[in-house]
Structures are given as C-alpha cells and as structure tokens.
C-alpha cells in the first residue's frame, strides 16, 4: 500500500508499453516491501524535456529512460557522470532535491555483470571483442568494454559510416569493418534487432570462433535466439540479453529507493514469464 511518503519512479519512452522494467521494479518493490512505485510513462519525443522538468517538480526520485529519448535525456541533464559521457547517452536519471537533474549510462555495467554471471570466468582483456550494430546500446557497451581492458574492439554495422562516427567518438582501440573476422575474439555480441520476434535472422557463421569465446545477444524476445542456439549447438558460451536488461537496473533501483538489489532465479523466472506472454 502507497502512502503520501511513497519513493516515485518510471520509465519514459515512446511507446513504453512493451517495457518489462515496471514489472522488474515491481519485483524489487515487493520483495523489499518498499513504499514506493515504479509507473510506465509514454511520452512524445516533443513533449519530452517538459515531461521530465514536471516529473523532477512532483517529487520523482528519478527514471529510467529508453527509446527514443537517451540522446535527449543526455542533453537536458545538468550533470552526467564520466559513464555516460564516454557513452554519449544516458538512460537513468537522477533528480536531486535542489532541482538538479543528474544522469549515468548502466547498459554497459548492466552488459558486463550479465557476461560475468552468466560466462563466469570471461574477462574484457581475454582479447578482441567483435560487436554487430552501432546504435544507442552498443555504444555504452563498447565504452564499457573499453574500459574494462578489451584489447581491441571491432564494430560492424550495416552502415559504415554509422559505425565510423562511433569508432571516433570512443577512441581508442576500435576498428570498423563490414565483414569481421572471428578467428580471434573472445566476445561475439548482437547488438542489433536481427533475431528479435518480427525481425528477420542473423545469419552468421559461429564455426570460426575459438571453443573459448562467448557469444552474447541483447535481443530478449525470443530469450533464446536463434544465434544463442547456434552458439550452445557449438559448444559455446551463450549469454542471453534478458540477464543485461535485469542488471542495467540495479543502480537506478538502488539510488531512488534506498536498497539494492539482486538478480537471481526468481526475478528472471518472474520477469521472463512476461516474455512468453
């Protein structure tokens, strides 16, 4: 039961229908029996800077952003922290009590602690990643990568030049090519809509991978695509994208409601059963 003290919270995108974090959060309100919400907030692309000035003015402990508005949710932030400038978006928002609007990126933490959990053992520097796609998530997560000591990182996007323009925003280590090679990565990871439910395959080739790579998908729906299929049929380490999504939104959860939380067997059978219906 809410009361007038209750710790307020949300996910604004457009459309946010389809969003599993109100459910995640939900787990998390009632596992700790917090007094607080966590509410889907669908909001047009013009109505978004006013939506999130209201929501900090109402007494909003924060929120999660998505589609379409990270790169918006970056630009209206007083303050964005070293995480998410590297990602060049945000996707959690932080509103103080002095009117302050704070952001972080946590798809690229969210993205290791999956691999971590679900590869034990696997470490950035264990040598190149290859990445497939160049949007808004795979940038925080090469940052991430980057960051956590992968020797080199090498982007392929259907366009180019998309890819090219992220290569020089991260820096470092990074090469753009439409056809990667995989004779020597450590990470495979699809950070495409290739293999969602309603979008057409993946279609590669896992054979040349070494037997110690691991192959991670950002797709959830399906939970077990059919690159992760191909991956185990081949004796691979396959990390599925539901793991990222459940860890991305810890540090949110942690900040606006005073706990933090956990990801276990019970949370991913909860928020997976939302995925089959």
């Not at 939506?51 to 007494?59: H, I, K, N, Q």
């Not at 990602?87 to 928002?93: E, M, P």
């Amino acid at each position: 039961m809410l009361t007038g003290k209750a710790r307020k919270a949300g996910v604004l995108g457009w459309p946010v229908a389809h969003s599993r974090s109100p459910r995640l959060h939900g787990f998390w309100l009632a596992r700790h029996g917090i007094d607080g919400a966590y509410l889907p907030l669908p909001v047009r692309p013009e109505h978004f800077v006013d939506a999130v000035r209201a929501l900090s003015r109402l007494g909003f402990a924060g929120a999660n952003v998505t589609i379409p508005h990270k790169e918006a949710a970056f630009a209206l932030c007083d303050a964005v922290d070293a995480v998410g400038q590297r990602a060049g978006s945000v996707n959690t928002l932080f509103f103080r009590d002095d009117g302050r609007i704070e952001g972080t990126s946590t798809d690229g933490w969210g993205f290791l602690e999956s691999i971590r959990e679900q590869a034990p053992g696997w470490q950035a520097g264990d040598g190149p990643a290859v990445i497939l796609g160049a949007g808004g998530a795979v940038r925080s997560v090469a940052a991430a990568l980057l960051d956590a000591g992968c020797p080199r990182l090498v982007l392929a996007n259907r366009t180019v030049a998309r890819a090219e323009a992220l290569a020089r925003d991260l820096g470092g280590p990074v090469e753009v090519t439409d056809a990667p090679r995989l004779e020597d990565a450590s990470l495979l990871v699809n950070g495409t809509s290739l293999g969602m439910a309603g979008e057409p395959p993946l279609e590669i080739d896992l054979a040349p991978l070494p037997a110690s790579a691991v192959v991670a998908d950002m797709v959830y729906v399906p939970l077990e695509t059919a690159l992760l299929a191909q991956a185990r049929g081949r004796g691979l380490r396959a990390v599925d994208g539901l793991g990222m999504l459940l860890h991305q939104a810890r540090p949110g959860f942690h900040q606006w409601f005073g706990v933090a939380p956990t990801v276990d067997a019970e949370l991913r059978q909860f928020v997976a059963a939302d995925l089959l219906a």
